[in-house]
């Protein structure tokens, strides 16, 4: 089966079909880090895989966890927990890597677990708090406060999250990849 419409190129340079550019509107993948639930608007999420073998990289921080090879690509990946200054946790079956495409730069996010995917209009996004218990860490790649239900979730700017990540291990990866 073919698709038709429209081409539409995005923010990132991927092309899309304009419907379904329109169906990703609004939509969010939540996680859990912690205590808290995250959301990344789901047209940057690439694919989520299961946690696997990553090869350390010496001398980066420690949220940088190293790199993985995902079908011939090579993907740098951080560990969410250690980038917010939570505690550490241990990895397990529900485990994953978020591996997210931002402005054609592929990065793994390390996560406890996938929550779901949810619906959060624009009129119920709230700019973030300036106080409470957020982490000074967390609170400068949160964008906004969405309200799903009764709950809220924390959406991320993943363009600020990859911008502050160690540009050396994300250059090397890309000049890996176009070997």
Do not use: W
Not at 140 to 160: A, F, H, R
Request: glycine content about 6%; overall charge negative; some cysteine.
């Amino acid at each position: 089966m073919s698709e038709t419409g429209n081409l539409i190129q995005q923010e990132d340079g991927t092309l899309v079909f304009a419907d379904e550019r329109d169906e990703q509107k609004g939509k969010y993948m939540t996680f859990k880090s912690g205590r808290e639930y995250f959301g990344l608007k789901i047209q940057y999420v690439f694919e989520i895989i299961q946690i696997q073998p990553i090869t350390e990289i010496p001398e980066t921080e420690d949220y940088i966890k190293g790199l993985i090879n995902l079908r011939g690509k090579i993907i740098p990946v951080i560990d969410v927990h250690l980038r917010f200054n939570q505690e550490p946790f241990e990895y397990n079956d529900r485990t994953c890597i978020i591996v997210l495409n931002v402005n054609s730069t592929m990065v793994g996010l390390i996560v406890e677990k996938i929550a779901e995917v949810v619906e959060i209009k624009e009129e119920d996004i709230l700019p973030p708090p300036n106080a409470g218990r957020m982490d000074q860490a967390e609170r400068k790649y949160i964008y906004g406060i969405g309200k799903v239900g009764d709950t809220v979730k924390l959406l991320l700017d993943p363009d600020k999250l990859l911008n502050d990540i160690d540009s050396s291990v994300v250059d090397q990866a890309n000049r890996m990849n176009e070997e």
